[in-house]
Nanobody, 121 residues
Framework: QVQLVESGGGLVQPGGSLRLSCAAS????????TGWYRQVPGKEREVVAA???????TYADFVKGRFTISRDIAKNTLYLQMNSLKPEDTAAYYC???????????????WGQGTQVTVSS
């Protein structure tokens, strides 16, 4: 089994920064695609950023130039550095990892528990 633990959310003023982390543990063979999503009540979950095993990154237009996704392969950890935060960035943020394990060589998607980010003065 694979467990994902997110951390780093909280309350921040507009213009501030936060760094989210998503640590994976378990019988991990490899981590494939990874990404961060966010969701506000009443709306669908939307992709924020994604990074491939070769470190190719993509970003939603609404975070380009402000957010940076990265991963530490040795630590099985995914990060999201969020700068110049705006009130409209307020949402629950979720990490998503496609993980191969020794018992699941094809890989499966796993979600973090979510961490709340609130941007308000």
């Amino acid at each position: 089994q694979v467990q994902l633990v997110e951390s780093g959310g909280g309350l921040v003023q507009p213009g501030g920064s936060l760094r989210l982390s998503c640590a994976a543990s378990g019988s991990i063979y490899s981590i494939n695609s990874t990404g961060w999503y966010r969701q506000v009540p009443g709306k669908e979950r939307e992709v924020v950023a994604a990074i491939t095993p070769t470190r190719s990154t993509t970003y939603a237009d609404f975070v380009k130039g402000r957010f940076t996704i990265s991963r530490d392969i040795a630590k099985n950890t995914l990060y999201l550095q969020m700068n110049s935060l705006k009130p409209e960035d307020t949402a629950a943020y979720y990490c998503n990892l496609n993980v191969k394990t020794y018992s699941d060589p094809m890989g499966s998607d796993y979600w973090g528990q979510g961490t709340q980010v609130t941007v308000s003065s």
